[in-house]
């Protein structure tokens, strides 16, 4: 890739009127009633059959726009992209600032063993570190930060309550939205599969969510078959480690939920990729019938979330060595992997800590509305979701 810097180009104001009115014809003109600033930004795509991309040292800023396919940093179906794929050294996305972005920060899209590190996304719109259609694998998010994630426009799971109800583009007549079931669930870390690796990161001030592990049935996009149907759901987990999530509103951590992979119909009025139900119960190979490979999630921190700490669905799901404290309910252990789906699989958690109200008290704010009495002596802290809120450390859900 070649950079070409200080090139001034100098445009006529007839040209610029022209290049304006080609720009708002082209552009979705539909989400500007969601934003109250312009969300056109550049982008940059790397597609396949490329000799060898490096990206390192970047500032990226207003990148992304809200329409599919561009974001600050794409690297779209383009496979293997590590040794497995021939490339020497491997693929990688490193040192990299990507802010005030109109849509996302790295997207991961049909694209195996791809390094991302030492990477920062700020204040941006929809899914940040972004893995989009079920068979990406391998993929490492070294030493990431993902922080203040906003809604978006372009999938369900990007949207908030508003943007649920109104676009309603790809559903079937007379579909209602349910937004805390359909959609709500922009992510700092959106995982479509879990044989991916999250290594020493950081999630904050997501709208709703830090780490999502989400699970496609089958692939979607122009990965469809890639995989068999259920696959995902049986896949290992790669190796989460060290990482860390506050200040969400939804959670900082979730396994659970799938996206819907069909389109609308009669029977079924949702549009594709709203969220549904999945359960997780990973085994060797993605086999169910061979032995089962427990999601080991270690020392794994999570503070000042206001819903959950984590919400961890599924069976073989172990905890070692993680921290929670100041959540509303700082670990949820659900079912999903017991009789009959996956008789004798267990959850399970070691050395581990939970601690209610800490010293962390917070700061009052004028527009803080959940602060008041807590700790041993009742002074003023942030609560996570009101005064009369049980705090909880950990909680089994679904028997």
Known sequence: ???????????SAGMLSFLEKWRTHVYNSA??????FDT????????????????????????????????????????????KGGYHPPTYVKDISIHHSFSRCVTVHGTNGLLVKDVVGYDTLGHCFFTEDGPEERNTFDHCLGLLIKAGTLLPSDRDNTMCRTITEGSFPGYVAKPRQDCNAVSTFWIANPNNNLINCSAAG????????????????????????????????GTFHNNRAHSNYRA??????????????????????????????????????????????????????????????GGDVWLDSCQFSDNGISLTLASGGTFPDDDGS?????????VGESNNVGTEMTDNLIWGPGGLDHSGRTLPRGVNFPIRGIQIYDG
């Open 346 to 354: 267990k959850q399970e958690i070691k050395n581990s800590l939970f």
């Open 40 to 83: 056109f930004g550049g982008h940059l795509k790397v597609g396949r059959g490329f000799k060898s991309v490096h990206l390192e040292g970047i500032e990226l800023k207003h990148m992304g726009q809200q329409t599919m396919g561009h974001y600050p940093v794409h690297f779209h179906t383009t496979g293997d992209v590590d040794e």
């Open 206 to 237: 997501s709208e709703e969510t830090g780490f999502w592990f989400i699970f496609h049935h089958v692939p979607t996009g122009p990965s469809e078959g890639l995989y068999a149907p259920g696959r995902s759901e049986h896949t290992p987990l």
């Open 252 to 313: 900082g951590m979730i396994i659970d939920n799938g996206v819907k992979t069909t389109e609308a119909s009669d029977k079924d009025k949702r549009p594709i990729f709203t969220l549904i139900g999945s359960r997780y119960g990973p085994h060797q190979d993605a086999d169910p019938l061979k032995p089962r490979v427990p999601a080991i999630i270690q020392h794994f921190i999570a503070y000042k979330n206001q819903d959950h700490g984590a919400w961890l669905r």
């Open 31 to 36: 989400v500007c009633k969601y934003y109250n």
């Open 1 to 11: 890739m070649e950079w070409i810097c200080e090139q001034k180009l100098v445009f």
